[in-house]
C-alpha cells in the first residue's frame, strides 16, 4: 500500500540554524500539507500547497517558513532561522483530491538546541 | 476557527460506550475523524460531508449536523486499540482546514 514518507525521522538543530524537513507525497495526491504538533498538544495546521502554490497557510506560518515541490516528487518544509519553540514533530500529510481523506506521513521530530 | 471538542478526556472500560463531541463556529463543508496513538501519526477513520450524513466503521460510527455545526463521533462496545487521542477535522466554507482540539480517550480492562 502506497505511504507518505518523511526524513529525517529525527533532526536536532541549534537555534538560528536553517532546517529542511522531506517529504514524499503518495504519487498520484495532489493536495500537500504540513501540521505541527508540540508534544502533548493539539496537531496546528500549517500549511497546504496544491498545484505548485500554497492554497493556505495558518498565523504561524510565517515568514520564517517555506515549502516547495522542487522535483514533483519531494515536498519540502523549510524553517530558516529556527527558533526553541520550533521544536515539534511535524507531519506531512497528502491528499489525492481536495477535501478527502488525508494520508499522514510518521512525522519528523525536530528539536531546536 | 478551530473546532472544539468534547470531553477532552474519557476512560472507558473495554465493552463500553463512547462519545465524542465536535463543534464549530464556523460554517462547514465537510468533517473528518483521525485517531492518533502515542508517538504516531494520525490515522484517517471516517469523513462526514454535508447532508447530516452518518457513517459507521464497524463499530465506530460518526454523524454530521450542519446547521448546528456539530459532529459526533460513537463508539461502541470499545476495545483496548481504540486507545488513543481522537481529532476531528473540519473543512470550513473557503476550504480551510483545521483540526480541533482533540479527545484522550483510554480503555482499559
Known amino acids: 500500500e502506497p505511504e507518505v514518507t518523511q526524513t529525517p525521522s529525527h533532526q536536532v538543530t541549534q537555534m538560528g540554524q536553517e532546517v529542511i524537513l522531506r517529504c514524499v507525497p503518495i504519487s498520484n495526491h495532489l493536495y500537500f500539507y504540513w501540521y505541527r504538533q508540540i508534544l502533548g498538544q493539539k496537531v496546528e495546521f500549517l500549511v497546504s500547497f496544491y498545484n505548485n502554490e500554497i492554497s493556505e497557510k495558518s498565523e504561524i506560518f510565517d515568514d520564517q517558513f517555506s515549502v516547495e515541490r522542487p522535483d514533483g516528487s519531494n515536498f519540502t518544509l523549510k524553517i530558516r532561522s529556527t527558533k526553541l519553540e520550533d521544536s515539534a514533530m511535524y507531519f506531512c500529510?497528502?491528499?489525492?483530491?481536495?477535501?478527502?481523506?488525508?494520508?499522514f506521513g510518521p512525522g519528523t521530530r525536530l528539536t531546536v538546541t | 476557527q478551530q473546532p472544539v471538542q468534547s470531553p477532552q478526556a474519557v476512560i472507558l472500560r473495554e465493552g463500553e460506550d463512547a462519545v465524542i463531541n465536535c463543534s464549530s463556529s464556523k460554517a462547514l463543508y465537510s468533517v473528518h475523524w483521525y485517531r492518533q496513538k502515542h508517538g504516531e501519526a494520525p490515522v484517517f477513520l471516517m469523513i462526514?460531508?454535508?447532508?447530516?450524513e452518518q457513517k459507521g466503521h464497524e463499530k465506530i460510527s460518526a454523524s454530521f449536523n450542519e446547521k448546528k455545526q456539530q459532529s459526533s463521533l460513537y463508539l461502541t462496545a470499545s476495545q483496548l486499540s481504540y486507545s488513543g487521542t481522537y481529532f476531528c477535522g473540519t473543512v470550513q466554507l473557503g476550504n480551510q482546514f483545521y483540526f480541533g482540539t482533540g479527545t484522550s480517550l483510554t480503555v482499559i480492562p
Open positions: 500529510a497528502s491528499e489525492r483530491e481536495g477535501r478527502l481523506e488525508q494520508y
Open positions: 462526514l460531508l454535508k447532508g447530516g
